[in-house]
T-cell receptor, first 108, second 119 residues
Framework: DAKTTQPNSMESNEEEPVHLPCNHS???????IHWYRQLPSQGPEYVIH???SNVNNRMASLAIAEDRKSSTLILHRATLRDAAVYYC?????????FGAGTRLTVKP | DAGVIQSPRHEVTEMGQEVTLRCKPI?????LFWYRQTMMRGLELLIYFNNNVPIDDSGMPEDRFSAKMPNASFSTLKIQPSEPRDSAVYFCASSGGGWGSSTSGNTIYFGEGSWLTVV
């Protein structure tokens, strides 16, 4: 199984950018990089995904290293509502397995 | 669309009783997933279906657990007999899109979960 490594926790101040790292040194050429987040007492929700190129959407940006062995989820301006567990997942044939993720705390 | 619908939202049952969790995926989605989440083990993939056929059930903890998908709009996860260690939040999720060979880029949509307590 391709695996990811994320810090257990991170802190950010409200209104500041947040960079959430993910290492995936064993990624294969066909693995997509997905990011989900889980707010308290809710199911995970999709944030963003990509294959090789950097991606932007209304929620976040995804920066993928040239060798694809790491990626970074960027929240441009953290809000209190962004406090959640963020999961970085490599998907192979829709087999989506979640690791422990990074617990993001946003301080007012 | 109403999203992935799970029932019951909360259930408290006694050890030894049968528990049935239900899921209605998003219409048109051809993948359905069952996950279990506990503090100790995090979010675990139990089983997933493609076009109503189980593809990988390696995450099902033991024979007390079974999952079925009789049609494209309904799935059940059954625990019989239930034990206190089965207490967890059970999530159903679905995805789809008919990508052909490019299947790894699709989004998974989760339900709100079924909160199970076995006493």
């Amino acid at each position: 199984d391709a695996k990811t490594t994320q810090p257990n926790s991170m802190e950010s101040n409200e209104e500041e950018p947040v960079h959430l790292p993910c290492n995936h040194s064993t990624i294969s050429g066909t693995d997509y990089i997905h990011w989900y987040r889980q707010l308290p007492s809710q199911g995970p929700e999709y944030v963003i995904h990509g294959l090789t190129s950097n991606v932007n959407n209304r929620m976040a940006s995804l920066a993928i290293a040239e060798d694809r062995k790491s990626s970074t989820l960027i929240l441009h301006r953290a809000t209190l509502r962004d406090a959640a567990v963020y999961y970085c997942i490599l998907s192979l044939n829709n087999d989506m397995r979640f690791g422990a993720g990074t617990r993001l705390t946003v301080k007012p | 669309d109403a999203g992935v619908i799970q029932s019951p939202r909360h259930e408290v049952t006694e050890m030894g009783q049968e528990v049935t969790l239900r899921c209605k995926p998003i219409s048109g989605h051809d993948y359905l997933f069952w996950y279990r989440q506990t503090m100790m083990r995090g979010l675990e993939l139990l089983i997933y279906f493609n076009n109503n056929v189980p593809i990988d059930d390696s995450g099902m903890p033991e024979d007390r657990f079974s999952a079925k998908m009789p049609n494209a709009s309904f799935s059940t996860l059954k625990i019989q007999p239930s034990e206190p260690r089965d207490s967890a939040v059970y999530f159903c999720a679905s995805s789809g899109g008919g990508w052909g060979s490019s299947t790894s880029g699709n989004t998974i949509y989760f339900g709100e979960g079924s909160w199970l307590t076995v006493v």
